[in-house]
């Protein structure tokens, strides 16, 4: 049989008791027939823990010193791993993302994958070793200096050195069975998807579904590795991540024209009031907040009325860079002459993904009927082939979810009790 | 000016105030216009907190593991200094033991130095930054697996990296003012020694003054590279260790014969009694307890009774190895046909240590003398070149330490208020 590798989050290796039912797993694995690779996260808070300590000596550490710093805590729980999986009698060696041969530019805190040499991770399973790799880090290929890869980095590390290995697959572990139709904590019989394509998880994870990073997903659809997203509390069968092609219709369910709903509670929406409707306008407010490294996401500009010659234009972006955004654009009142900037962190997206909806007419008139007839008023819309979103105030999202999940009839008859978490990094 | 390598201990760097304390003086040494490198254990009890989490998961847990877990420890503090010391507005840079060329054996746990190439630290200083090295691991030349250098292994570093780079000095930092002519605790009137030759601090090392490892000094001495032992918590000189010819004798004493009086209270004594007097049976004893693993330190062996053509053979070890010595000896028991063993684990061993010695007659008899005036009983002697011991019953040990130092006028009038403290790793 073939390679695995299993990527285990933050939570599923807590603690020393963690650790070793992690151990069992993998050992068993092995035991399977399989070679085993093994991608860990830091044990628990650890990583919290050395930014604090970061904080106490440094307002604001150098980054390349960040990254050594907080590289200690994979390197810690991948020993201790590597220990749990020796003391069950299966050899096990642990390897530093250097090691490994992560081989990333030298953007510290947020370095992305240049290569992949696994040589020595090759020889420590033709050895008939378990091998165990730090995720979330690499070495940069200019500096030789060690590298982070900021959010997603561990998951994204998984499958690129799946993709590296040729693997079979990469088994994503985490405190979550696999990806659901929607959050269910919001909507009790949300079902677990088995299988799912690259792009509609794509649009669930960059629409606020918080189980598989965007760059992860990236990674696995640009090199065809299929993911496997399951519990480490469990052992049961969770979400495969596919090829379009390869994903299997449900059978009992005659038009998945829907895949899920996603939403997202983490954006706020800016609107600039009065803005002259002239060439060149919009543009230089888009501008400015691309110099203010802030991605927006949603934009929409009014029809201007004619009388006036003015329009507004609104867009959505994280919450986080709310501050940054508005000073930002204060400082083009004079140059643009618009009338007013307006600030709501109020408000939520949620989305319908399905590949079923290229081919079905009428998806988004059901979808707006459904959110009429629970008196959700529509913000904002915007949609990709396989995506409908709209922005709605934060306090009827959950409305909204339950809404479209029910009238495209994703529900499953039997209520799972799982809790519906996000994914470390 | 030249190169300074600078080793901070684990007490030096405990916490986030210490850590800042140590940027500083780091800061002005650079300040003063030297290069500077840096060596650094781990922060105060992290390596026991990471044995003790090693131990949860495995009870004998894999060496090349457990060295890939303690490295964690370094990494840390290394990269929290340079944090540090960037706060102060100076450029560091960390390195691990592998970055900065720390090339040993394949021995985990113990690995032994066999090259350094600091070719990275050199080019950091170069241009302009502080070096800041892990103590205690380097990168094992055959395997490439990370190596830990066992007891002493984070001096070594320093004194390793310090001859590599030509350095001018190597200052070993703790929290002891430097190298005493007693323990402090034991002789209130004990006076800081300003320069030592390599010889009798190795010899001060090998009997049980604990502010130098043996490797360091040796690797020192072997590359005539001087040490300068002082407290990272004051500014006072501290203790120069010299070629013995470049050792300035101190003005204040005529004749400085005896340098220092060490003490070790952590061996324990064997006598096998009653060996039949016949060639070879000695050997086997030394052979067992060689098979064993186990070093042995001084070694006696009494005048047979002609009548009985029996002797007796002493000699002392490790505490922590009495069981097994005693376990591999009763094995011998009736191939050698001794009567019995007896063990003694309430025994000290006091020294005399001092160049003078070789060229001034009656040393032994003055400290003999010295010796049974204060009561205390001889069980054992063995003699260097510069240096005569004795093992005393445990209890007398303090009041030999006292007799010893005074009879070789070693006190100071200042008493000074010190601690006395043991190195870390």
Not at 68 to 80: C, D, H, K, N, Y
Not at 127 to 147: L, Y
Request: charged share 20%.
């Amino acid at each position: 049989m073939g390679i695995v590798v299993q990527k285990y989050g933050g939570s599923s290796v807590a603690d020393a008791t963690s650790v070793k039912r992690v151990a069992q797993r993998i050992v068993a694995t092995k035991k399977a027939g399989h070679d085993v690779v093994v991608v860990v996260s830091a044990m628990g808070d650890t990583t919290d823990e050395l930014i604090d300590l970061a904080n106490e000596v440094s307002p604001l550490p150098p980054a390349r010193e960040l990254d050594m710093l907080l590289t200690a805590g994979e390197r810690i729980s991948m020993a201790v791993l590597a220990m749990a999986i020796g003391n069950l009698g299966q050899e096990a060696r642990s390897f530093t993302g250097s090691q490994a041969g992560v081989i990333t530019d030298a953007e510290h805190g947020k370095a992305k994958i240049i290569d992949v040499t696994p040589g020595r991770i090759e020889k420590a399973i033709a050895e008939g070793a378990i091998a165990i790799v730090a995720g979330f880090q690499g070495v940069s290929q200019t500096t030789k200096d060690i590298t982070t890869l900021g959010r997603g980095g561990s998951d994204t590390t998984a499958v690129a050195l799946a993709a590296a290995l040729h693997a079979d697959v990469c088994e994503i572990y985490s405190d979550v069975d696999g990806i659901f139709t929607a959050d269910p904590r919001i909507v009790p019989d949300a079902r677990q998807i088995p299988q799912i394509s690259y792009e509609e998880t794509l649009e669930m994870a960059a629409n606020g579904a918080k189980i598989l990073h965007l760059r992860c997903v990236e990674y696995a659809r640009r090199n065809d590795m299929p993911i496997h997203v399951r519990s480490s509390f469990s052992d049961k069968p969770g979400t495969w991540v596919l090829k379009a092609e390869d994903v299997t219709k449900d059978p009992t369910m005659e038009q998945a024209i829907i895949s899920g709903v996603a939403h997202d509670r983490s954006e706020a929406k800016i609107t600039v009031v009065g803005v002259p409707d002239q060439v060149g306008y919009a543009a230089a407010i888009l501008k400015a907040l691309g110099d203010a490294q802030i991605n927006i996401d949603m934009i929409v500009q009014n029809v201007s009325a004619a009388a006036t010659a003015l329009t507004d234009i609104s867009f959505t972006l994280p919450r986080a860079d709310g501050q940054t955004a508005m000073t930002a654009l204060a400082r083009l009142k004079d140059q643009v002459g618009f009338e007013r900037l307006q600030y709501d962190d109020s408000v939520g997206k949620v989305s319908i993904i399905g590949a079923g909806m290229r081919s079905a007419p009428g998806i988004t008139a059901r979808f707006f009927q459904a959110l009429a007839d629970a008196n959700v008023n529509i913000a904002m819309i915007s949609t990709s082939e396989i995506r409908i979103s709209v922005v709605v105030a934060e306090s009827q999202v959950e409305n909204a979810v339950r809404a479209a999940h029910s009238a495209f009839d994703l529900g499953t008859d039997e209520v799972e009790a799982v809790v519906y978490g996000g994914t470390g990094r």
